[in-house]
């Protein structure tokens, strides 16, 4: 049981590049986040779904788009990357709202 | 969902309780109160989650006010590893969305 995984850890881009943040869950939970944490902040919600097929937007949308085409995977695809994009991304799962959320370890990304 | 105010950060003695208060005065009835925290650069880690009444895990206690307008989180006998940013969060279950505010920066010093 691996919880939530994420890939890549670590990735420079550099300004127009695109890429997909993988995010990966084997606990069947319905509810998979997108976070985005910029240095010395809290967190802040990009997209969600709450189950495969559906999504929604979070405070910080604007840049990125999902898909929710399993129950196991929620990636993240940023188009035309900048700078202000530079972040860590954590990707989290829950089997519901009422209990607890569990992160993936991040992925640490630089738009140069 | 409601807001919360936590302080921006503490400090507790290793092997003390360390107390960690929220503020959250326009919690709604049905709204949870939550509590994360984030060691160094990983993933947030949840602690505990409540509705009314107290709660206690292995890891802390959480106590919510009578009026539900504050609670506090109580590490009973904290540790070095504690060292943390420590996250208060309401919101509702149907709400679907965990929104993280800037939380308490905790040192635990020997």
């Known amino acids: 049981n691996a919880g939530v995984t994420q890939t890549p850890k670590f990735r420079i881009l550099k300004i127009g590049q695109s890429m997909t943040l993988q995010c990966t869950q084997d606990?069947?939970?319905?509810?998979m986040y997108w976070y985005r944490q910029d240095p010395g902040m809290g967190l802040k919600l990009i997209y969600y779904s709450v189950g495969a097929g559906i999504t929604d937007k979070g405070e910080v949308p604007n840049g990125y788009n999902v898909s929710r085409s399993t129950t196991e995977d929620f990636p993240l695809r940023l188009e035309l990357a900048a700078p202000s994009q530079t972040s860590v991304y954590f990707c989290?799962?829950?089997?519901?709202?009422?209990?607890?959320?569990?992160f993936g370890q991040g992925t640490r990304l630089t738009v140069v | 969902d409601a807001k919360t105010t936590q302080p921006p950060s503490m400090d507790c003695a290793e092997g003390r309780a360390a107390n960690l208060p929220c503020n959250h005065s326009?919690?709604?009835?049905?709204?949870?109160v939550y509590w994360y925290r984030q060691i160094h650069s990983q993933g947030p880690q949840y602690i505990i989650h409540?509705?009314?009444n107290n709660e206690t895990n292995e890891m802390a206690s959480l106590i919510i006010t009578e009026d539900r307008k504050s609670s506090t989180l109580i590490l009973p006998h904290a540790t070095l590893r504690d060292t943390a940013v420590y996250y208060c969060i309401v919101f509702k279950a149907a709400g679907n969305k965990l929104t993280f505010g800037g939380g308490t920066r905790v040192l635990v010093k020997p």
């Open positions: 989290a799962s829950s089997w519901h709202t009422e209990v607890e959320a569990f």
């Open positions: 606990m069947n939970h319905n509810y």
């Open positions: 409540g509705l009314k």
């Open positions: 326009t919690i709604s009835g049905n709204e949870y």
